[in-house]
């Protein structure tokens, strides 16, 4: 789908969706465990990835129409699944799933669509054969397709801290439930570490214990999930957030925009809050009633590592060509092996609406300021965040964008373009 975008004031109340992060950990989560209801779930292309998976393990997930999945768990036992575990574009559910069936007694086969096959997965290969499993990239570049035979038992294990956390996560995640427990040694420094906070916040909800250690982490063996009254409840996506608040801080009339569904979490994107408003927009955040109100401003280029924010990297790109001067994204490098290389992708795809833009192997520069901003047909790089931070850079661009691959938005927030329509917005579909 193609989605044409003019130029437009954005003001009123929006909703951010729900956690793709949380809800990920949630579904594999109470797939560990034995009944569950995952309250507020995202129900988006990727987490009904990470649902098919905990059914193909041998549980059930059966969404309400209030949003809540009823998620029946395979009890810390998975099941050898009788097909391949489609990940589709799912980064997340290929790693945490990949770990999961390391447990299972027999083989397993995962796959990915052609984004997703060409995105690494090496490191947590190497980390199941060395606890005693066999894991394989049938092509033998550390690539799906995999072939993963378990069970593993625990034991100690290193692992490279920056090519993905998801590693982290998965072993972490699986290493409760084996016999012995897992250490892991993080090789490398940690990028993307608030992403690990979010997995040990879970696994607390969930009864689950898991720490920090000198070295890496350490999860101790023959634990159960078990959450709280048998229920989880999910919060606000602040990576969706993010391009709400870059909305209204690029084209938020005097009324500005009121952005719900915003409580505290352990995301790392909540710093979106703050960096929006070191541009110079006005933002205010009410913490407890979980919104936040910002209204357009003149905005400066700033310099911000996205070293521990790596989803950021497309709105703050975006937010960089509206912005005058430079705005420098440091520490971007993981950045490269997401859905797409997102610092080349931003990089080419803002030059096409007029943008100077400089990249680096670990940074992108933009040169900003509204009026270098000029309509033009865009590639969204079938990646959601790339099709979202055009789609902000479409409501100041003189004349007409024209996004290809919109419809990638259903991978982590499906009505994207339904908010930006009910917060006045003109846009066109063209199928
Ligand atoms: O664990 C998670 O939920 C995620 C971790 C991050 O990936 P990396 O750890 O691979 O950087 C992030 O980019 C991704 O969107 C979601
Ligand atoms: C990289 C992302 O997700 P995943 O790694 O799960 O594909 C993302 O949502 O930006």
Redesign the pocket.
């Known amino acids: 789908m193609d989605v044409t975008i003019t130029p437009s004031r954005v003001a009123g109340r929006a909703r951010a969706p729900p956690s793709?992060?949380y809800t990920?950990r949630a579904i594999l989560a109470a797939g560990y465990a034995t009944q569950t209801t995952v309250r507020d779930a995202l129900w988006s292309a990727d987490t009904k990835a990470t649902a098919r998976a905990v059914s193909l393990f041998g549980g059930s997930v059966d969404r309400s129409e209030d949003d809540s999945l009823e998620v029946a768990g395979f009890d810390g036992q998975p099941g050898v699944p009788d097909d391949v575990i489609d990940c589709e574009n799912s980064?997340?559910t290929m790693r945490l799933v990949t770990a999961a069936a390391a447990l299972a007694d027999g083989t397993s086969v995962l796959t990915g669509d052609e984004s997703l096959r060409s995105r690494p997965q090496g490191p947590l290969l190497e980390a199941i054969a060395d606890l005693g499993g066999e894991a394989t990239s049938t092509r033998g570049n550390g690539q799906a397709p995999l072939v993963v035979t378990g069970p593993i038992s625990g034991g100690e294990v290193s692992i490279p801290g920056d090519v993905?956390?998801?590693y982290v996560?998965a072993l972490l995640m699986a290493g409760a439930v084996t016999e012995d427990g897992l250490e892991i040694t993080l090789e490398t420094e940690l990028?993307?570490a608030p992403?690990v906070d979010?997995t040990l916040e879970v696994l607390a909800d969930f009864g689950v214990e898991a720490e920090r250690t000198e070295r890496g982490f350490a999860v101790a063996g023959g634990q159960r999930y078990d959450p709280a009254g048998g229920e989880y409840r999910v919060p606000g996506d602040f990576s969706s957030i993010s391009y709400l608040l870059a909305a209204g801080a690029v084209a938020g009339d005097e009324d500005g925009v009121r952005i719900a569904g915003a409580r505290p979490s352990a995301q790392g994107d909540k710093a979106i809050v703050e960096i929006v408003a070191e541009m110079g927009a006005d933002v205010d955040w009410n913490r407890e009633a979980g919104t936040i109100d910002v209204a357009a401003a003149d905005l400066e280029g700033i310099e911000v590592s996205v070293a521990d924010t790596?989803?950021l990297l497309p709105t703050l790109a975006t937010l960089g060509a509206v912005a005058d001067g430079e705005t420098r994204i440091v520490d971007a490098e993981?950045v490269r092996?997401?859905e797409t290389d997102r610092v080349s992708a931003m990089a080419e795809e803002l030059e096409k609406l007029g943008v100077e833009t400089i990249e680096a192997p670990d940074s992108l520069t933009v040169r900003g300021g509204e009026s270098t901003l000029e309509g033009a047909a865009v590639d969204g790089r079938g990646d959601h965040r790339i099709v979202m931070a055009l789609a902000l850079a479409g409501l100041v661009a003189d004349g007409e964008t024209t996004i290809a691959g919109a419809e990638h938005v259903d991978v982590s927030f499906p009505t994207f373009f339904e908010t930006l329509e009910e917060l006045g917005v003109a846009l066109e579909r063209e199928e």
Do not use: A
């Open positions: 793709k992060s990920h980064g997340t993905s956390s998801q996560t990028k993307s992403y979010i790596p989803d993981h092996y997401k």
